[in-house]
């Protein structure tokens, strides 16, 4: 068992090659989800993308819905949407459940 | 090691058609995907059909499992697979496609010729994912924690072992919800560079707090008296007690925002407080002397608007 200790950062702002990396998919894959509305990156043109926050997060998921269950990029934007509603309500239920 | 009945992980009999274990998979794998279900046990049912489905899925693999029988029977002790349990299969290497391992039955078992990262020996090193779960607290101040991964390593002859590694985290100091931390030149080892790993960060539940963001939710009691005069009360935040004020005639529900009291970063989230009044449980004759007084000289009737009267 061996320690190590590295240099640790918190991943943001990442470029369209950054984020295939970061979640393993294909350039195609990514432009697909960006025209879906799924991320919305910073910058004009594919070229200057920057992902930040929420896209980093919602593009790792996409992938993983598109690679465990086989869901397109259409189904993916709208599973993620109801995924997000779905949180809304049982944030407002536990609200409720509370008081 | 632990023998695993795969067939009951997806629910199927042992006689199933390839058709009717790619349906109860496909079933299964909708229903606990983590990404999907909110279940607390998600994760670990899903990696379980996952290992079951990349057993039986494949004709060969499913032959040589069928082979080693079923479940020793109670209290004969850790599993051990027959000698030569193998022979006359000749399946090739199966894995989770993610870098976390699957059993150790499996790994034991199933686990061929590929590396961990399921290719041959690649120039630049594989990044691998992971999970980390931090306190509020941590998110707060920042925090240093010792992570113990456990991964496949493939010796020079083919054969596979399991090495645990610890590794030295720095939790920065603001990281929310999701976000990620990289961990430069920790990931899977190459001729090259070694890859990175990437930790999810993901929040343990917190008595008090909801995160959402940078910011911070929590119900707050206040007693009738304090709702009705106003005034200071004294509040927990992650960096420490404040004081807030409460308005005259606060309602229950009423929501206070402590601006930049939340998580820190630029800017800093927020801290919503729920007000919640609470009544004193009446157990003396005092006290119940006060309410008989409010009783009598409060003209107060909540339920007025129902009509009916």
Redesign the interface.
């Known amino acids: 068992m061996k320690k190590a200790t590295s240099r640790s950062d918190i991943v943001d702002a990442l470029s369209l090659h950054d984020l295939c990396r970061f979640c393993q998919a294909d350039e195609t894959w990514v432009i697909e989800l960006v025209e879906h509305g799924v991320l919305e990156p910073m910058g004009s043109t594919s070229g200057n993308w920057r992902f930040v926050g929420t896209s980093i997060v919602r593009a790792k998921k996409a992938r993983r819905l598109n690679r465990d269950l086989g869901i397109n990029a259409a189904g993916v934007a709208l599973v993620l949407d109801l995924l997000d509603e779905r949180d809304e309500m049982m944030r407002r239920l536990a609200q409720h459940e509370a008081v | 090691m632990e023998f695993k009945d795969y067939y009951k992980a997806l629910g199927v009999s042992r006689d199933a058609s390839a058709d009717e274990i790619k349906k109860a998979f496909?079933k299964a794998?909708?229903k606990y995907?983590?990404?999907?279900s909110?279940g607390a046990d998600a994760v670990a049912k899903?990696k379980e059909v996952?290992e079951a489905y990349e057993v039986l899925k494949d004709p060969e693999r499913r032959a040589a499992y069928d082979q080693l029988g079923q479940e020793p029977p109670q209290g004969q002790g850790r599993y051990q697979p027959p000698p030569n349990w193998d022979s006359g299969f000749s399946f090739s290497e199966g894995g989770p496609?993610d870098d976390e391992a699957f059993s150790d039955f499996f790994e034991t078992l199933f686990r061929r010729g590929a590396g961990p990262t399921g290719g041959a020996y690649a120039s630049q090193g594989a990044?691998s994912h992971g999970r980390i779960e931090i306190t509020i607290e941590d998110a707060y101040r920042g925090a240093e924690r010792?992570l113990s991964l456990r991964s496949p390593v493939m010796a020079p002859n083919g054969t596979v072992t399991m090495q645990?590694?610890?590794?030295?985290?720095?939790?920065?100091k603001g990281?929310t919800q999701?976000?990620?931390?990289?961990?430069?030149?920790?990931g899977a080892p190459g001729a090259g560079a070694p890859g990175d790993l990437?930790l999810?960060v993901a929040f343990a539940p917190h008595p008090v707090y909801?995160p959402?963001g940078k910011d911070l939710?929590l119900?707050l009691p206040i007693t009738p008296w304090e709702a009705a005069l106003g005034g200071q009360v004294v509040m927990p935040t992650p960096g420490g007690k404040v004081d807030l004020r409460i308005p005259k005639n606060a309602r229950?529900?009423q929501k206070m925002r402590l601006k930049g009291k939340g998580l820190p970063g630029a800017p800093a989230g927020d801290i919503y407080a729920?007000l919640?009044i609470v009544n004193p449980k009446v157990t003396t004759d005092e006290a119940r002397e006060f309410f008989e007084k409010m009783a009598k000289k409060m003209p107060f009737d909540p339920r007025a608007h129902l009509g009916g009267t």
Do not use: C, M, W
Not at chain 2, 178 to 186: C, D, F, K, T
């Open positions: 496909r794998a909708r995907h983590p990404d999907v909110p899903f996952n496609r990044d010792t645990d590694r610890k590794i030295a985290v720095r939790v920065p990281i999701g976000q990620h931390i990289r961990l430069a030149g920790q990437f999810e909801r959402d939710y119900d229950s529900g729920t919640k």
